[in-house]
Antibody, heavy 126, light 105 residues
Framework: QVQLQESGPGLVKPSQTLSLTCTVS??????????WSWIRQPAGKGLEWIGQ???????NYNPSFNSRVTISVDTSSNQFSLRLTSVTAADTAVYYC??????????????????WGPGILVTVSS | DIQMTQSPSSLSASVGDRVTITCRAS??????LNWYQQKPGKAPKLLIF???KLQTGVPSRFSASGSGTDFTLTINGLQPEDFATYHC????????FGGGTKVEI
């Protein structure tokens, strides 16, 4: 079955760029049914969807990130990546990568997140 | 953004209890609603997709219903491994999550 694993620095300085990579195993990142997403969760708080990318490179982002975010895909490595620029302490969180599966349910397209990677804690601090 | 409001934010229950969690959307989301279970220090796990479809491998004591703006997740016969935080997520527009419901003893 598909498994995901986040990797990258656990500490980033304020104003710098957060960069994380997600490696997909047990399945192809080029699956036609799947987008690949990043979600984050500050300590003790709720989940926030950051964005998603398709194997073609097409991406969708949460507008709340004000163009700070880029999600890209490398199909040859079965990986996708997150870049978040100009980080502040408010970006400190556990970052999850995940598969966003699309399928037809109730006569129309629907989507859900499954599975998730284990998560990586990224702290923004000088 | 579509706001998702879960209630209660926490609840106390005992093994064997029936537990119901509600999720209300700020506008009509049809059936674009998923439920996840999260245990401390772990990633969320999908329980229910498309408002009422049980994910493969999830015990049948979990069920969910709803459409439009009001949704419920029910656990019939709470088990020790069910003590966790439950999140709803809408995917009708830019995905958003509810604030979570912590189920504790």
């Amino acid at each position: 079955q598909v498994q995901l694993q986040e990797s990258g620095p656990g500490l980033v300085k304020p104003s710098q760029t957060l960069s994380l990579t997600c490696t997909v195993s047990g399945g192809s990142i080029s699956s036609s049914s799947d987008y690949w997403s990043w979600i984050r969760q500050p300590a003790g708080k709720g989940l926030e969807w950051i964005g998603q990318v398709y194997s073609s490179g097409n991406s969708n982002y949460n507008p709340s990130f004000n163009s700070r975010v880029t999600i890209s895909v490398d199909t040859s490595s079965n990986q996708f990546s997150l870049r978040l620029t100009s980080v502040t302490a408010a970006d400190t969180a556990v970052y999850y990568c995940a598969r966003d599966r699309y399928d037809f349910v109730w006569g129309g397209p629907s989507n859900w997140i499954d599975p998730w990677g284990p998560g990586i804690l990224v702290t923004v601090s000088s | 953004d579509i706001q998702m409001t879960q209630s209660p934010s926490s609840l106390s229950a005992s093994v064997g209890d029936r537990v119901t969690i509600t999720c209300r959307a700020s506008q009509n989301i049809n059936r674009f609603l998923n439920w996840y279970q999260q245990k401390p220090g772990k990633a969320p796990k999908l329980l229910i997709f498309a408002a009422s479809k049980l994910q493969t491998g999830v015990p049948s004591r979990f069920s969910a219903s709803g459409s439009g703006t009001d949704f419920t997740l029910t656990i019939n016969g709470l088990q020790p491994e069910d003590f966790a935080t439950y999140h709803c997520q809408q995917t009708h527009r830019i995905p958003t999550f509810g604030g979570g419901t912590k189920v504790e003893i």
